[in-house]
């Protein structure tokens, strides 16, 4: 089975590396966060994605062999070109979920390979709109815990899925690692996808 270092805690992207043939192993590096001023969703995702990956590097440096890759990546929702991460509590949870009812957002994905001394990256970005919600619906799907650890409070893997009436892009990439792109770039970097699991 091929070998990949993961640089993310997020179940949905090992869960995602997984059903594609790979052994993880999990790298993770707390970085910063936070968006700099002025700074635009598309840079911000890119800078994360790139952070996180060095990061890693920097940390398990001792122990990463250099012929496997190591994988980083980072979501972003953007709203009328505003930035929309994690909740912080309810309320916050609430406040994004009623600026997403009946428009559309983006949602941004970052993905960030180093392998050999080499740096590979690619964003991808979707369109989702969600139909219009009421207070009853934002409140029952905050009261169930699911937005609380998800770019723009939602996830469409989930239950959040039902408040989403269109999408154009990529559903794994809302999900937080796009399958196409990533693949492509795994290929670039020498480490293709196995197309099997045995």
Known sequence: MTELYLASASPRRRDILQQLGFR?????????????????????V????????????SRY???????????????????????????????EAFTMLSQLSGTSHQ????VCISRLGQEYSVLQSSEVRFKTLSEQEIRAYIAGGEPMDKAGAYAIQGIGGIFVSHLAGSFTGVMGLPVFETAALLRECGCPVPLHTA
């Open 46 to 57: 890119g800078r994360m994605a790139l952070e996180k990956n060095r990061a890693a590097r």
């Open 61 to 91: 440096a001792d122990t990463l062999r250099p012929d496997l890759p190591l994988l980083s990546a980072d979501t972003t929702v953007a709203l009328d070109s505003r930035i929309l991460g994690k909740p912080a509590n309810a309320e």
């Open 107 to 110: 949602v941004m994905t970052a």
């Open 24 to 44: 993880i192993h999990l790298t993770v590096a707390e970085i910063n966060e936070t968006p700099h001023p002025q700074e635009s969703a598309y840079h911000y």
